[in-house]
């Protein structure tokens, strides 16, 4: 019988305990400030407003005046923000900016990337910003269309186009003082093959028949990014110059590659 009993005390000190021991859990969760629990929490979609304009595949001329608005069916609560996403086909999505407003003027984002398709959405977020707990649209965020350019290729953007020019005529000199060969220096100006490198100029055929995975622009970025990956008949890899993609900036080799497509496109 006494056995009985401190097996029935023991039981009930291990229950005691067990309980005292979520009580702590409890009382440190209370302690805890609504943020810190946020931020430990990742994406938090307060809801999915709906994208009013501009309207589905509506196509801009250029990238000037593009204003994305949308609806939400109440106002945002003190830490709610709405995040505004834009992305190109086959791209990830990427957050343009959080805002509050339910508009979002968005040409000087657009100023340095390509023409083409583009699609976007806006998801209404709570928590801190720049946390990147928040690295998703919510499901039920509807996902829109808008085209700028024409429909028919090339679309390109003239100033990523301008800006490119420098880089392909003249390389760059880095901060410290690294000069990095210009695309002109191989590919030259009469807009012939020729031993050091294969021609540019008018050949946006030929380059988009290079691969069938690819787009134009695809192409050509990829052959910045690793030259040797896809070396044409005639040529052997090494040829090219290999560190445009470590030295150049993201917005550099953008630019370069939109004035390298204008050079096939003449
Ligand atoms: C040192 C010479 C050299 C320089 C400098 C150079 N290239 Fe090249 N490029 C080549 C050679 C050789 C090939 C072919 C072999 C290969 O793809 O690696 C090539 C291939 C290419 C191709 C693919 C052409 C095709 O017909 O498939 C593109 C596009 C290209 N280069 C763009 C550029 C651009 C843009 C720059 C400047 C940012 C540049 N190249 C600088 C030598 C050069």
């Given at each position: 019988?006494t056995?009985?009993?401190?097996?029935?005390?023991?039981?009930f000190?291990?229950?005691t305990?067990?309980?005292?021991?979520?009580?702590?859990?409890?009382l440190t969760?209370?302690?805890?400030?609504?943020?810190?629990?946020?931020?430990?929490?990742?994406a938090i979609?307060?809801?999915?407003?709906?994208?009013?304009i501009p309207?589905?595949?509506?196509?801009?001329?250029d990238h000037r005046?593009?204003?994305?608005?949308?609806?939400?069916?109440?106002p945002?609560?003190?830490d709610?923000?709405?995040?505004?996403r834009?992305?190109?086909?086959?791209?990830?999505?990427q957050?343009?900016?959080?805002v509050?407003?339910?508009?979002?003027?968005?040409?000087?984002?657009?100023?340095t990337?390509?023409?083409?398709?583009?699609?976007?959405?806006v998801?209404?977020v709570?928590?801190?910003?720049?946390t990147?707990g928040?690295?998703?649209?919510?499901?039920?965020?509807?996902?829109?269309?808008?085209?700028i350019?024409?429909?028919?290729?090339p679309r390109?953007?003239?100033?990523?186009?301008?800006?490119?020019?420098a880089i392909?005529?003249?390389?760059?000199?880095?901060?410290d003082g690294?000069?990095i060969?210009?695309c002109l220096?191989?590919?030259t100006?009469?807009?012939?093959d020729?031993a050091?490198?294969?021609?540019?100029i008018?050949?946006?055929d030929?380059?988009?028949?290079?691969?069938?995975?690819?787009?134009?622009?695809?192409?050509?970025?990829?052959?910045?990014l690793?030259?040797?990956?896809?070396?044409?008949?005639?040529?052997?890899?090494?040829?090219?110059?290999?560190?445009y993609?470590t030295?150049?900036?993201d917005?550099?080799l953008?630019?370069?590659?939109?004035?390298t497509l204008s050079?096939?496109a003449?």
């Amino acid at each position: 019988m006494t056995r009985y009993i401190a097996l029935f005390l023991t039981c009930f000190l291990l229950l005691t305990a067990c309980g005292a021991d979520e009580t702590d859990t409890d009382l440190t969760n209370a302690e805890s400030t609504p943020e810190s629990a946020l931020a430990a929490e990742d994406a938090i979609f307060a809801d999915a407003p709906q994208p009013v304009i501009p309207t589905d595949d509506t196509v801009f001329d250029d990238h000037r005046d593009i204003t994305l608005k949308w609806e939400w069916h109440r106002p945002l609560n003190d830490d709610e923000y709405f995040d505004v996403r834009i992305w190109q086909p086959g791209e990830r999505d990427q957050t343009v900016s959080f805002v509050t407003e339910k508009e979002l003027y968005v040409s000087d984002w657009l100023q340095t990337k390509p023409w083409g398709i583009y699609l976007w959405s806006v998801t209404a977020v709570t928590g801190e910003i720049g946390t990147d707990g928040k690295d998703a649209i919510s499901p039920n965020s509807p996902i829109r269309r808008f085209i700028i350019g024409e429909i028919d290729s090339p679309r390109l953007n003239p100033v990523l186009v301008e800006n490119g020019e420098a880089i392909y005529n003249n390389g760059i000199t880095t901060a410290d003082g690294n000069i990095i060969p210009s695309c002109l220096s191989c590919h030259t100006a009469d807009g012939l093959d020729n031993a050091l490198a294969p021609a540019i100029i008018g050949q946006w055929d030929r380059l988009e028949a290079r691969n069938e995975l690819l787009s134009v622009r695809e192409y050509v970025h990829a052959s910045l990014l690793d030259p040797n990956e896809f070396v044409p008949e005639g040529y052997g890899p090494w040829l090219m110059y290999q560190e445009y993609a470590t030295i150049l900036t993201d917005e550099q080799l953008r630019a370069v590659v939109e004035y390298t497509l204008s050079l096939a496109a003449q």
